[in-house]
């Protein structure tokens, strides 16, 4: 299986609250803003993985955005810089870079697998359009894709 974009269901919100949280994120990343865990109504998981990929907080001009790739219930915290030209007509060609990588002590051997994955997530919620035809927070449109023609991840 491979990751994709969903609601997060009634299901699964006690488990995403568990992990998803100020006081827990910033256990791993010091540096990381407060946040509100109730915003988040979508996810781009890898069921098969038991991994899914969130944008936490961020945005403005000064600030990164904050990310986390959740992986067997570990969440690994990194910030992202993404760099978009084109548009949806055209294509867009995506560059995202990922600092700051704050990867819990019991999945520092698993290095290479979580770049891995977090380059596959962020590059399936790249295409993700949840405001596309009639898409609100409440009730996104996890199945419109924008026309990324390319798409890179480097880790600084």
Avoid at 125 to 146: E, H, M, S, Y
Wanted: with cysteine; aromatic share 12%; net charge negative.
């Amino acid at each position: 299986m491979a990751f994709k974009n969903e609601k997060i269901s009634e299901q699964d919100i006690a488990k995403f609250d568990a992990v998803i949280n100020y006081e827990n994120l910033r256990k791993h990343a010091r540096y990381i803003s407060r946040f509100y865990p109730s915003s988040h109504h979508w996810w781009t998981l890898d069921r098969e993985k038991d991994a899914y990929v969130i944008r936490v907080v961020g945005g403005g001009r000064e600030q990164l955005d904050y990310y986390a790739l959740v992986i067997e219930g570990q969440p690994v915290v990194f910030n992202v810089d993404d760099q978009w030209e084109g548009n949806d007509s055209v294509g867009i060609h995506a560059h995202w870079n990922v600092y700051d990588l704050c990867i819990p002590e019991e999945l520092k051997p698993r290095r290479q697998e979580i770049k891995q994955l977090i380059r596959e997530g962020l590059e399936e919620k790249a295409f993700c359009r949840p405001f596309a035809d009639g898409g609100t927070v409440d009730n996104p449109n996890t199945l419109a894709r924008g026309n990324v023609v390319s798409f890179e991840v480097e880790f600084k």
